[in-house]
């Protein structure tokens, strides 16, 4: 997949990889990125919301973080970080866990994906994870609806114009 790739001249303000989510334009509602910086001010990951609550939350929440970034290590049973951001966001303190994965083979293009399915305790929240040619692992979590095979076909790097400061 030559789009699942490193960027070689990476911005000083913005991550060394590509982040892969829906371009904004696709996307009927609101689009909120955060950066997650190291201490050396390098980035540990991305994440993206997609509002379409009008405010009241996002309704799915996109992450791309690489090799080596903290957000990424989680004890047996907690949640991944995207999915404790979307429950932030929604205002939600209920307890939620996983309950089960599974991998589910998927078709990109001519090439196959391995999307990891999260089973959660909470049924409201979808969640999966694959991981790109680059080390970079995405995370998807939607409230409410789920993630269909169709979502796949969307995804694709943003330009960095959209992550530089100034």
Request: hydrophobic share 40%; net charge negative; with cysteine.
């Amino acid at each position: 997949m030559s789009f699942l790739r490193r960027r070689s001249a990476a911005t000083p303000a913005g991550p060394d990889f590509d982040v892969l989510a829906m371009d904004p334009g696709d996307w009927p509602g609101n689009l909120g990125a955060g950066l997650l910086p190291a201490p050396d001010g390098s980035c540990q990951g991305v994440f993206l919301r997609y509002d379409l609550f009008g405010g009241r939350g996002p309704a799915m929440i996109i992450g791309n973080l690489p090799e080596g970034s903290p957000a990424r290590e989680t004890e047996e049973g907690q949640v991944p970080f995207e999915v404790a951001q979307l429950l932030l966001a929604l205002e939600s303190d209920e307890p939620v866990e996983v309950t089960g994965t599974e991998d589910v083979p998927v078709m990109q293009g001519d090439s196959l994906l391995i999307v990891r399915r999260i089973k959660l305790s909470e049924s409201r929240i979808s969640c999966v994870q694959f991981d790109r040619s680059d080390g970079v692992l995405v995370t998807i979590a939607s409230w409410d609806r789920p993630i269909t095979d169709d979502l796949y076909a969307l995804l694709k790097p943003l330009p960095a114009e959209l992550f530089q400061q100034g």
